[in-house]
């Protein structure tokens, strides 16, 4: 039963590198600059530094303000740049005056091929290339994907070229850039390549901008996604220095799922409770009381066993061979335990174990089990490792019926008599970044194992209780009197298949008997309860659950939202998105766990009852993959991201690799089941964590992603979303100019030099609101004039245009009564839904206190007409 602070209540229910290339024509200052600071980032085990300064803006246009990026400089915009990673404790701070929006490839016409073809990968083509992103005004280029045909490799790319504020900072080989080449910034997991991420080509390097940005790549790139945020002005925004190695944002990436990525804080209360919990009983914490915030929150669950099904790859070495690696352990450590996983197909393994070259134990595998993992402990005396912050493992050949493998290592340091994970090394050609990151080196090796499929010993009725638990004890958590976590224990920390390792930034899953761990700051003003609900059949015996709070000064509810976890299951609905989140209000979507569980047959089996247009068995078991991501932000028609499939939301390509697993910090999936373990058909368990490209809202969120290429594939999904908010709206349209309406018209003083008149019919891009919808559209080349009313009490304005993209690249300067606001750009177009709604921040110091703005705009020359059906104002308000 339980003891501690606790109550229970009963509710009733040696490896290959790939091959340089040459770089481009424009001299690379992070090839010349970056190799010589490489040698000095610190790889695995090294005591993180203190957080460098921010970097030196090179463009700085006359009159704006050039703050250091700290908030009271910024502008209410949050961390910006590398401080992004550096200020993780700040993640529920009120974004004002910004957006959040992804350009990708995806198929304007709104059929599948988002770059099968490559019909919609350029938004235009020029001397340089294909022009990929391009925005005017401040903002900073948060994150990009790649892959294309075959399996993800990107050499047919060519170059990336990035300019920001007419300054190229990037020329190289896209292949090169994502191998890490380059030396840091540009290393794993900031970047990773096909093999690193089960598909796709990610660049996760935060560069901020103050006037304008452009990427571009020399050929073609098929499948692509650019995310990015726009604020209305540059105070706080420095402009990213390639030369700057941010050697503490790697340390921090690299050692993802084993610390807490947050800055340290002072400790105000720790608790740990031992509980056992019945079906239908609560077990409840006393509450901690504030200000404050939960600062890491721990659970361990000794019943739940280990998901069997394991795909991974590895390595062997023979006679006279061996490995070594770097792994990190904790320096008040009083012994080390390292876990190796191995292919138990080969019989009679022998190595010797050494650490920082003394022996400590012997690897000894015992005789050939087909068809499983094997998996071994060796616990290592603490005179080899106390004081140590790093230690030097060694692996030597002794015999073999056929080689030495190796799989994987855990590494945990025990502490106060507890034993913490503190470094994982998943190696083979799989894991190229994390193999260079532990240093990792083999000797006469004799075989790379890809994908290996295996099982892990135990029985499928706990299996199936397992399975159960995860998915039926809920956590929930109640800040100020308002509950805002309540989600299952499994997908909440990061796996709802079951209980598969998770590593990522903001929390883990240490399968086998280890703990769950969340770092996600959670901040309260009074109080703060959390609990626990087994609202399943079976028994929790044993548990444990630990809470740590730190003191907090965000103050939520004013100047910070509050932590949510808002969980989602059921049928999918053919025509209609799957939901992560619908919230109302203001706040911060920082990203997802999603469980998907495919509901379409195979070939030649029965289709259970189903209606055959939903379930027709097919070769393709997968085509639920299809579906693409839509987010709405307060309340437009157009979505802010569009993308172009499933996994390639979660930074993977190609199904994953034909369903292969991966965890990077920020996108991963840990988990794929097929025909057996509690999943009929075929299921997939993925996460994104958007940190640098949060999508902040200030009136209403929409988040959600297609089932299929046409929302038509039938599935049970589930979904845990992270977000801070229950805020009141902070944004509101206080006035409208309806462009096919002469009484408006006149009523805003509006005037338009050069203009034309059409009715139009057509639809807007996704599933919101598409239409079809006939409007009077207006097409200017002249000066445009018009008044709107605003909110005194406004922290900035932001105007909304319906538009008609038919043609793509329309241009055109604003000013506010008179004085320049900036650059209203909209390289997108599209001919088949014309419709769109986009947006334009105009910078609070030229609308605060005033009722009512003088809007101009003028076209600018030689591009495209200007398009407009009806300009909104929304006044954001200014936090209390």
Sequence with gaps: MPTGPVAVTRSGAGRRRSPRRAPGVLALVVATVAATVAATVPEVGTRPARAEPGTTSRSQPPGSEKGSGSEEHSGGKGPVGWRTYRELDRLGAIRQSQHSGQYSSFSRSGSNDDGFEGSYSCLRTDEQGCVIAERAGAGEITSMWFTRQPWGDVTATGNIRIELDGRTVLDAPLTDVVNGELGAPFVWPLVGNAADTAGGAVIKVPMPYRESMRVTVDNNPHFYHVGYRSFADARGVDTFDPTDPARDVIRKLRRFGVADPKPESGTLESRRSDFSLAPGETVRLDPFHGPGRIDELRLRLPRVVAAPRVVDDGRAFGSDGGSSFTARVDPDNEGVRVT?????????????????????????????????????????????????????????????????????????????????????????????????????????????????????????????????????????????????????????????????????????????????????????????????????????????????????????????????????????????????????????????????????????????????????????????????????????????????????????????????????PLAGSPAHEHSGDGCRYDCTGAYRLLLSDAVPFTEELVAGMEHGPANNEPGVYSSTAYWYGGLASRSKRTDVVELGDRASRIAHHYRATGETTEQLTATFEGGRNPGPHTRSTTSTTGEIGFRLRIDPNNSGVRLRRMSDQFHGGQRAVVRVDGRPAGTWAQPLGNESHRWLEDGFDVPPELTRGKSSIRIEITPVEDVPPWSAVRYSAFSRRTPE
């Excluded at 965000?554 to 808002?566: I, K």
């Design 340 to 664: 190796r996983r191995y292919d138990a197909n080969v019989g009679a393994q022998v190595a010797r174990l050494r650490v920082n070259g003394s022996p400590a134990g012997t690897w000894r595998s015992g005789p050939a089990r087909p068809g499983k993992w094997g998996t071994q402990r060796i616990e290592v005396d603490e005179e080899l490792t106390a004081g140590e912050e790093k230690i030097r493992i060694s692996n030597e050949f002794r015999s073999a019926a056929v080689d030495v493998n190796e799989f994987r290592y855990e590494v945990h340091s025990k502490v106060d008599g507890e034993w913490v994970r503190t470094d994982v090394l998943d190696l083979g050609p799989g894991h190229p970044g994390e193999e260079r990151a532990h240093d990792y080196r083999i000797d006469h090796e004799v075989a790379q194992r890809d994908s290996l499929h295996a099982r892990l010993p135990g029985s499928d009725e706990r299996v199936a209780e397992s399975d159960s638990i995860l998915r039926n004890t809920r956590l929930r958590i109640s800040f100020d009197g308002r509950t805002t976590v309540d989600a299952p224990i499994g997908e909440f920390f990061g796996s709802g298949l079951g209980e598969y390792d998770v590593r990522r930034l903001m929390s883990s899953i240490d399968a086998g008997k280890g703990w769950y761990t969340s770092w996600w700051p959670m901040p309260f003003r009074h109080d703060a309860t959390v609990e626990l609900v087994n609202e399943g059949p079976v028994p929790i015996d044993e548990g444990t659950l630990r809470i740590t709070t730190s003191p907090d000064g965000s103050d939520p509810g004013r100047r910070s939202g509050y932590f949510h976890a808002t969980h989602h299951e059921g049928h999918t609905e053919p025509g209609s998105d799957w939901q992560f989140l619908s919230a109302r209000g203001s706040g911060t979507f920082y990203g997802v766990t999603h469980t998907m569980r495919g509901r379409i047959p195979r070939a030649g089996a029965k289709s259970d009852g189903q209606p055959r247009s939903l379930a027709t068995p097919r070769a393709n078991q997968r085509n639920y993959l299809e579906g693409d991501e839509r987010f709405y932000v307060d309340g437009s028609s157009s979505p802010a991201w569009h993308g172009t499939g499933t996994e390639d939301f979660y930074e993977s390509g190609w199904y994953f690799r034909g369903g292969a697993t991966f965890n990077m």
